[in-house]
């Protein structure tokens, strides 16, 4: 039992500075990342986020339930994110993007990353809100 006990506190010991010190995250809080635009770790997040919109999509259009689809889009960039510490890090995204017109778009994006098993998830994507563009523009 001794041992166990020792085992779970050493495991506690190099585990807790990984949480607490990632950027001052709690586990379940939201935490808005900094410098989004320059931040390539989160741009390509976000490529990826449109990727697999893109591969639904085209999914739908060649035999899906709705033989539909929508249109594809091409990733401009993120312009806002936050993080959620989960079992992996959840990503709240806000891309820009553009589809075959050349419409630029706003789209709320939620995607999971477990790094240690080199695994990311799509969970939503969808337009934003239609006065989220404006914000956003330059």
Same mark, same amino acid.
Not at 24 to 53: I, P, W, Y
Not at 124 to 137: G, I, Q, S, V
């Given at each position: 039992?001794?041992? $166990?006990?020792?085992?779970?506190?050493?495991?506690?010991?190099? *585990?807790?500075?990984?949480?607490?010190?990632? &950027?001052?995250?709690?586990?379940?809080? @939201?935490?808005?990342? @900094?410098?989004? =635009?320059?931040?390539?770790?989160? #741009?390509?997040?976000? &490529?990826?986020? *449109?990727?697999?919109?893109?591969?639904?999509?085209? &999914?739908? #259009?060649?035999?899906?339930?709705?033989?539909?689809?929508?249109?594809?889009?091409?990733?401009?960039?993120?312009?806002?994110?936050?993080?959620?510490?989960?079992?992996?890090?959840?990503?709240?995204?806000?891309?820009?993007?553009?589809?075959?017109?050349?419409?630029?778009?706003?789209?709320?994006?939620?995607?999971? *990353? =477990?790094?240690?098993?080199?695994? !990311?998830?799509? $969970?939503?994507?969808?337009?934003?809100?239609?006065?989220?563009? &404006? !914000?956003?523009?330059?």
């Amino acid at each position: 039992m001794a041992k $166990i006990l020792m085992l779970l506190s050493a495991i506690f010991l190099l *585990v807790s500075p990984l949480v607490s010190g990632y &950027r001052g995250m709690m586990v379940g809080g @939201r935490t808005q990342v @900094r410098d989004v =635009k320059s931040n390539e770790a989160v #741009q390509e997040l976000g &490529r990826f986020c *449109v990727k697999e919109f893109n591969k639904q999509q085209l &999914r739908q #259009q060649h035999g899906g339930s709705n033989g539909g689809g929508g249109e594809l889009l091409m990733f401009s960039e993120v312009v806002a994110a936050e993080t959620q510490v989960v079992s992996g890090i959840k990503y709240y995204l806000k891309i820009a993007a553009s589809n075959g017109k050349g419409e630029a778009k706003v789209f709320d994006s939620v995607v999971v *990353v =477990k790094a240690w098993i080199d695994d !990311k998830q799509l $969970i939503t994507f969808e337009p934003a809100a239609a006065n989220e563009l &404006r !914000k956003f523009k330059k």
